[in-house]
């Protein structure tokens, strides 16, 4: 497991939080810490996003931006699942986790040979409890709510998700 720098311990230590950017490659968003499983430039921590638990302690981060990353997460065995839930644990309450892919089926996912978790409007709602397709009771995962959501389905998809706090309500 990756060692967290010092720097980023200090802002977790004094309860700021941070923004992290996952995948960030070499494009790390200003004013964000990087995680990618690549050590490269202005990537601050070198880890596997499929690897769970991530170098984080639990409620420590306030943004997460995964910007063209989340159709590369291996859905299989819930894979997916299990990378949301993991987002959800070191997400502090009403974090927000910023999302753009390419939409499922769309010319920009079908060209990258890398691309294996289609991704459209509907997903999200198997994480959102409160949604109104109800699918959330299928899995039941830790809970998010779809802030916003815009689509292009011959382009992109972008998601604001917030995390929601466990209520036992949900489970009805």
Request: glycine share 6%; with cysteine.
């Amino acid at each position: 497991m990756s060692q967290i720098p010092k720097h980023i311990s200090k802002l977790i230590t004094d309860n700021q939080g941070i923004n992290l950017d996952i995948g960030c490659g070499e494009s790390k968003r200003k004013g964000c810490i990087g995680m990618d499983k690549l050590k490269l430039e202005g990537v601050d921590i070198v880890h596997d996003l499929e690897k769970y638990p991530y170098p984080l302690p639990d409620n420590c981060v306030k943004i997460v931006i995964a910007s063209h990353i989340l159709e590369h997460i291996n859905p299989a065995d819930s894979g997916f699942i299990k990378f949301m839930d993991e987002i959800w644990r070191v997400m502090k309450p009403q974090g927000e986790f910023m999302i753009a892919v390419p939409y499922a089926g769309s010319p920009g996912y079908w060209q990258d040979p890398t691309h294996l978790n289609p991704i459209n409007e509907t997903t999200f709602t198997y994480f959102d409890p409160l949604s109104y397709n109800k699918f959330y009771r299928f899995y039941r995962p830790k809970p998010w709510k779809i802030e916003k959501l815009y689509w292009d389905i011959s382009g992109t998809l972008e998601a604001l998700l917030s995390k929601r706090l466990i209520d036992k309500t949900y489970e009805k």
